[in-house]
């Protein structure tokens, strides 16, 4: 029996695991991956406070989980396929059929890159396509690219390309970025990256070795071009990891945990934090207060309850 069960291993899971452990709450920490979650595959952090040079994300997910087990969290690696609850008991079940009980839950399982869904996506994933340029940038030294998308993550990735590529091209379906003042100077800045405005792709065309060339179409115009590259860097939003709930807690419209205040969800003992919640703003800094937020509560919950 644990006090607490966290899911998901990123900054906001890993925060709570130290807020819980600290506390001296039997604590045990659920990854599908690795402790870090999105952030290992973040190349350079420079907007998380305390670190004035920056820091890897590989680095910085090191550290968060040096410092939770420094304090008795347990952390194992498993993907969970079942939550049930029996007279206030949670029971967790996995992919192996190994079973935990707890008090109280925190879901901080994140998101996922939402797809595209036109033609050749599927087809090139992993031969081209990709979703992560920290992960597969240096595989293409020298070549034309394209990066779909306009906010932080698209342009961030986007100027991370331009040390391997010989032109990235941002394609995005608006006339002007959504991404932050100093990433798009950065991008405006930058010779290798070519801006693509008021388009969308369509296609997605290759051979045997892979991704030849991106289709798109101006939505003002309706003219359709299509630009030899190499490969797609795809940045069109993400998806809340909360199909595994099944009907436990109330989500919003588009599939994001509602919470309250203090985390809460609308089932008692369980709460959300990070990316996986209903919020505004997506980014690490909020997902640690976040996770240090929902640790509290659960602490107070058990207080409260048993």
């Given at each position: ?60 997910s090191r550290k968060m989980e040096k410092q939770a ?11 969970v396929i079942d939550i049930s609850i029996d007279d ?156 595994f709930l099944k009907g436990l807690v109330s989500l ?55």
């Amino acid at each position: 029996m644990y006090d607490t069960i966290i899911i998901g291993g990123g900054p906001a899971g890993l925060t709570a695991g130290l807020y819980t452990s600290r506390a001296r709450l039997k604590s045990l920490l659920i990854e599908k991956g690795f402790p870090g979650g999105q952030v290992m595959t973040t190349e350079w952090v420079e907007n998380y406070p305390g670190f004035d040079e920056g820091v890897s994300g590989a680095e910085l997910s090191r550290k968060m989980e040096k410092q939770a087990t420094r304090f008795g969290l347990e952390i194992t690696q498993g993907s969970v396929i079942d939550i049930s609850i029996d007279d206030n008991i949670k029971k967790i079940t996995l992919e192996d059929n190994n079973e935990y009980e707890t008090k109280t839950i925190i879901l901080a399982t994140g998101s996922n890159p939402r797809l595209l869904k036109i033609e050749g996506e599927d087809t090139y994933r992993g031969r081209g396509v990709s979703y992560c340029a920290t992960c597969d940038g240096a595989f293409f030294k020298d070549e034309q690219l394209a990066v779909i998308g306009g906010g932080d993550s698209a342009v961030e990735e986007g100027l991370f390309l331009t040390r391997f590529a010989e032109t990235v091209y941002i394609i995005h379906r608006r006339d002007r970025l959504r991404a932050t003042k100093i990433l798009q100077e950065r991008a405006f800045a930058n010779p290798k990256i070519k801006l693509v405005w008021d388009s969308v792709p369509e296609k997605i065309a290759g051979d045997d070795s892979g991704v030849q060339s991106l289709h798109i179409k101006n939505v003002k115009t309706g003219e359709q071009s299509r630009l030899d590259i190499r490969g797609v860097f795809i940045y069109a939003g993400y998806n809340p990891n909360t199909g595994f709930l099944k009907g436990l807690v109330s989500l919003n419209e588009n599939n994001y945990i509602i919470t309250g205040e203090n985390m809460s969800t609308s089932t008692p003992g369980i709460f959300a934090a990070g990316d996986v919640r209903e919020k505004s703003l997506k980014q690490i800094a909020t997902a640690v207060g976040d996770g240090a937020t929902a640790g509290v509560a659960a602490e107070k919950y058990i207080e409260e309850n048993f």
